[in-house]
């Protein structure tokens, strides 16, 4: 195939991050490439399963092999419309996607085709390597780690599993599984090189050079591993090794400004003054800033003859420095972190700080527990009795199967017009749905990290995220893949609500505005919402307010929450009565119940939001990510 799935590898050195990599333009395809080889076998197997294949598909296949990506993407969305339960349709559609750098829709592609070949270790890795693209490191690394489950001797499976390790600074366990990738794939430079980012990373500089050097010689077109060998190279203070290194990377990629930056300091390093100003101005026509600094703390040191003397000593020393910042030879990453910043604490004082926030943890759980306990006293007593607790402690509630009518109407103060019409909708399958939102402390016990929004405990340079409070800042994607690695482990389906589902579950029965009633000025006893009370302005634990009438907790406020729906202003008028589960494609995703910064209107049960699902919320005034949460639904058996 024609088109290239190399993708990009960010690494984290101290407190920065460094992207590189090449697109599809600067790049050939790599001979050594096994995610095209992943999706040619998907292709095989579609062929082997159904000789007989009608135009569309074929003409879709040429185009994709070509990197004809539209039409691709035209043949296979008349395969999807011909073909809707066909797995093939919908991974060419995928594909397709992907290629045109379309990847939310193309993940939503991805899910369709597994939800019909849920056992196809294929797709879980060409999902996997979509996460890679979009950056989200915990998704791709359940991806291929399903893919792994499905197709143990799978080396790309293994290859991105090490890479979204290594983004997490899991860097053994990446080790580890480059290690496997070799095993099982010795020809693949990609494994090689993942292997050589991992050494590199934790100070084995020389170790990493072999890797490396492996890596080039089986595809000396990568410019990821030329570049990371020249960042080996220069950490041992080799300056001379590094250039042709650097010399190579500007060959294959010419506006690789760090490249560039980096070219400027060698020569620095080796009196070269005259070749290294050219580089350096040539990095900051490329955006470099740190290639900037240096021209603008000593421009005419470079080069300039006898006058230049002390700038010259000064330009080396910052060049050292720079140098100074990678790892060093046999240095571990906690000495490493260290050096680079010798004022945060160290990790002996670090787990001292974590066991005494652990404890208030616990305190402030107990107290919880024992709130909640009260209060589902309160709530109705049939709905308390329907509950069950699963594996990760998440409690959930019985809904069972009835109808209700969605929407609100016209004459429901602050209703929104995509409330409307009202309409008839039959459940015709209870559900258990989470008594509460999804807390952060479940997260943590499935091995899935939060996003870093923080409530200060009183330590001057730690701060800590309660485990019974809501996970919070969490895009659509990543809900979705919490349900999916909670599937996993049980063995049963877990996933979002559907909008319908969650508007029935909040309601609990009534037709009022709030599922408690009408009047606005009681919310305060159900919410956490702006104006509930002095304490609203945050996010609170999970259960302290009243529960509805099934005994769900904040349903309305606190965080807003993810459904499976896409959103449309205008579904309802075409929704069909029973299950519906929302528009076929669509841009953002709906989301309910509002949060703790909502007012009370956005608190109503009909109140209907949406957002983009790669994002994950934030105050307008500081891009701070709160507000988005979910809960989940178990499918009944």
Known sequence: ?????????????????????????????????????????????????????????????????????????????????????????????????????????????????????????????????????????????????????????????????????????????????????????????????????????????????????????????????????????????????????????????????????????????????????????????????????????????????????????????????????????????????????????????????????????????????????????EGDAAAASATMTNSVGMKLVWIPPGEFMMGSPSSEPSRDDDEGPVHKVTITRGFWMGQYEVTQGQCRSMGIRIPDRSMKLGFPTLYWKGENFPVEGVGWHSATALCEKLSTKEGRTYRLPTEAEWEYACGGGSTSAYYYGEDAEKLSDYAWFIGSDERSANVHPVGEKLPNRWGLYDMAGNVSEWCQDWYSEDYYAISPTRDPNGPLSGKFRVMRGGDWWSKADFCRSASRSWADPAYAGGRPDTETPVGYGFRVVLEAD
């Open 1 to 377: 195939m024609a088109r290239a799935i190399h993708f990009t590898f960010i690494v984290v050195f101290g407190a920065g991050i460094l992207l590189t990599g090449t697109s599809c333009e600067e790049s050939e395809q790599y001979s050594d490439d096994e995610a095209a080889k992943a999706v040619a076998e998907i292709f095989e197997k579609a062929e082997e399963a159904d000789p007989s294949l009608s135009m569309w598909y074929t003409s879709g296949s040429g185009a994709l092999k070509a990197g004809r990506y539209d039409d691709a993407l035209s043949w296979f969305d008349k395969g999807v419309a011909e073909r809707p339960d066909w797995g093939p349709a919908w991974n060419g559609k995928a594909f397709a996607l992907e290629g045109l750098g379309r990847y939310d829709e193309a993940l939503q592609c991805y899910d369709r085709a597994i939800q019909l070949n849920p056992n196809m270790a294929e797709l879980w890795l060409q999902k996997s390597l979509v996460f890679s693209r979009l950056q989200q490191w915990d998704n791709a690394l359940a991806s291929a780690e399903r893919a792994i489950e499905l197709k143990p001797g799978l080396g790309a499976a293994w290859v991105n599993k090490g890479s979204a390790q290594l983004m997490l600074s899991r860097a053994q366990e990446a080790q580890a599984s480059y290690e496997r990738a070799i095993e099982l794939l010795p020809d693949s430079g990609d494994a090689w090189r993942g292997k050589g980012m991992v050494l590199l990373t934790v100070g084995q500089s020389e170790e990493a050079i072999t890797c490396l050097d492996r890596a080039v010689a089986l595809n000396a077109n990568d410019v990821d591993s030329w570049f990371f060998k020249s960042r080996a190279l220069l950490a041992l203070g080799r300056y001379e090794a590094a250039l042709p290194c650097i010399e190579k990377v500007l060959e294959l990629a010419p506006n690789h400004a760090f490249s560039w930056y980096l070219k400027g300091l060698a020569l620095q390093l080796l009196g070269r003054d005259s070749e290294a100003k050219t580089a350096l101005e040539k990095a900051v026509q490329l955006g470099s800033s740190e290639a900037k600094k240096i021209l603008e703390g000593d421009l005419e040191s470079l080069g300039g003859g006898d006058a230049a003397g002390a700038g010259e000593a000064a330009d080396r020393a910052e060049a050292e420095e720079v140098i100074r910042d990678l790892p060093k030879e046999g240095e571990t990453w906690d000495e490493y972190k260290k050096r680079r910043h010798p004022d945060e604490p160290s990790t002996e004082e670090e787990m001292k700080a974590i066991e005494e926030i652990q404890a208030a943890i616990k305190r402030v759980q107990a107290e919880q527990e024992g709130k909640a306990s009260a209060k589902a006293q």
